[in-house]
């Protein structure tokens, strides 16, 4: 388990070593102070993998969420938060969602959830990828981009991710398994770093 993902400093964890569909919940989350149902799920799981505690985890969903749903945070979202880390309802311990999981669910309006290199469009992209939410270069964003749309080729989305993951922490070619899990992408950034 990583080690030190707390409420303080999760935004500076997102910044350096957050996957781009992880990036673009909390940033979302950050800036809208609200995620639907699926998308609270997909972040959240990532979140507790990364190490985030319960009671961190309760607080950073409590900042933002208050905001919007005022009271009802406690009576339903703060539920959903302990059923996550396995202590409602069945009291299953769930786990992250992988890549193949989050890359086929695709956000309708108003949602974030999901693998952006599925679901949003060329120019959009590399707006994302060059924002502050991922702060990369223009050369570094379509060498990124790369892999999605080569003629004739099916999208290489976990070959775009590694990409990015290069594009952070510059190329190493003992750290070249694909991408197949966004809290696999946190760990070995997190490593890569510590
Ligand atoms: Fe997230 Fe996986 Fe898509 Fe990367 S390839 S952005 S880790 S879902």
């Known amino acids: 388990l990583i080690q030190g993902v707390t409420a303080r400093n999760i935004d500076l964890h997102c910044r350096d070593s957050f996957p781009p569909c992880m990036r673009r919940m909390f940033s979302k989350l950050r800036e809208t ?26 607080q950073v969903w409590r900042e933002e969420l208050t905001r919007v749903v005022g009271d009802k945070f406690d009576k339903e979202y703060a539920y959903n938060i302990r059923h996550n880390y396995g202590l409602e309802g069945k009291r299953v311990n769930y786990s992250p969602y992988s890549c193949a999981k989050l890359i086929p669910t695709l956000p309708g ?26 702060g990369l270069s223009d050369a570094q964003a379509h060498n990124v981009l790369e892999p999605l749309f080569r ?20 190329a190493d070619p003992t750290t070249d398994e694909p991408i197949v899990h966004p809290n696999q992408f946190f760990e070995l950034s997190y490593r890569a770093r510590h």
């Open 151 to 170: 003629k004739g080729e099916p999208k290489h989305y976990h070959v775009a991710c590694r990409a990015f993951w290069h594009a952070l922490h510059g």
């Open 33 to 58: 102070h609200h995620l639907k149902h699926t998308g609270r799920m997909q972040l959240g799981l990532f979140l507790k993998g990364a190490g985030l505690s319960l009671e961190d985890s309760m």
């Open 109 to 134: 309006t108003g949602e974030y959830h999901g693998c952006p290199f599925r679901y949003m469009e060329r120019d959009e992209l590399l707006e994302f990828l060059k924002s502050a939410q991922c």
